[in-house]
Nanobody, 127 residues
Framework: QVQLVESGGGSVQAGGSLSLSCSAS???????MGWFRQVPGKEREGIAV????????YLDDSIKGRFTVARDNAKNILYLQMNSLKPEDSAMYYC?????????????????????WGQGTQVSVSS
């Protein structure tokens, strides 16, 4: 397991961009990495996954075409570039690490599949 620390959240107007980063305390090169987000009163939802060698990734339909996920294994950092932000993107964003991508790459991101979670970074998008 690794400790994960997210950064880059903030407040922007609709149509704006934010770049989230997730720094790990140890090596991530063998881990499946991903992003979840949660709105108060709603369940946490998985929105992006990237496999260890970056050969394959998954983006939820709600963010496809606007967000990109990337990783730098040499720096042990995971990224989420968020463009064309909408008010409905407002949420707490969490970085996660898991041993296997498996079903997550098909869009089935279950909370129990991830051994490490960050504390989250808040994103607020105003209309």
């Amino acid at each position: 397991q690794v400790q994960l620390v997210e950064s880059g959240g903030g407040s922007v107007q609709a149509g704006g961009s934010l770049s989230l980063s997730c720094s790990a305390s140890g090596y991530i090169y063998s881990y499946c990495m991903g992003w979840f987000r949660q709105v108060p009163g709603k369940e946490r939802e998985g929105i992006a996954v990237i496999e260890p060698a970056s050969r394959e990734s998954y983006l939820d339909d709600s963010i496809k075409g606007r967000f990109t996920v990337a990783r730098d294994n040499a720096k042990n950092i995971l990224y989420l570039q968020m463009n064309s932000l909408k008010p409905e993107d407002s949420a707490m964003y969490y970085c996660v690490a898991g041993y296997l991508c498996g079903r997550a790459l098909a869009g089935d991101m279950r909370n129990t599949d991830w051994h490490s979670w960050g504390q989250g970074t808040q994103v607020s998008v105003s209309s």
